[in-house]
């Protein structure tokens, strides 16, 4: 592998994540907002639509605007969109307690229960997906259907490159972008920008597994969405959708339970932006009748 340098990295974040301009919106119509105690955690959410409810996770260093800008309007005219920002993003607070998967699902279990919504679809990119699964094995009655995109159960999952590049990170990388930009106009204390990055980078370069074997387990039908450039790896994608059920040909059975898709063409941020792409695969996997296979 190739080695990076830090100057590299600079320029290649610059680059992506000025892609998220494309994301960021300011209105999103009507929409409920509000925070709610969860854990010792004051978290920020908000409603969109009405129907069967679905929540939305966003990545690492996001808000729900900058990972969720496009898709919200397109899924909140048939459904219950619940978007959140997670420990520490967007409009929630930081607080004492390091970052991880585990408490963040616990957060949104408790949020779901704050808000008196019994189950709901789960949509989780990147870190979000990791919350997702979390959720799905922590608190399976609360999933109905699991979405999990541009994410992994196991840091060996991400690409060689991607693991290379998380311990590069710097609060100064991340200053001319429009993360920054984001968390300066949204986090109830801006000065604390270093020290979330500083707590991030330690979360994101952290080695972590779920277990193949509760990854089996999860009760939840689910697809699993990547992109062919993105930070996961098509191989650790695949053994996601072999563990979920997808092992064998539907033309001679049911249609499992779990669905995998490779957007061609599309990063680990971009993955977010094909919007009508997304559009096609999810609205008819909430949809359909789906069998469970056997695990």
Known sequence: MKKTSATAVTKRTLILTAIFTCLIATVFGQAKTGYAQVNGLKMY??????????????????????????LIPELSKTRQVIAVELQGHGRTQDIDRPFSFESMADDVAALLKFIKTDSADIFG?????????????????LVRRLIITSSVYKYEGWTPETRAILPMLTAEMFEPTPIKQEYDKLAPDPKHWKEFITKMKKFVTTSYDFGADKIKAIKSPTLIIIGDGDGVLPEHAVDMYRLRGGSYMVDFGPI?????????????ISAMMQTQWLLSMVVPFLDASLQQTKQ
């Open 125 to 141: 990119y990147s870190m979000g997906g990791g919350v997702a699964q979390q959720i799905a094995i922590r608190h399976p009655k």
């Open 256 to 268: 499992h339970a779990a669905q995998l898709a490779i957007l061609p063409g599309t990063s680990h």
């Open 45 to 70: 959410y908000e409603i969109h639509g009405v129907g069967k409810p679905i929540v939305l996770l966003h990545g690492a260093f996001n808000s729900i605007n900058t990972a969720f800008a496009q």
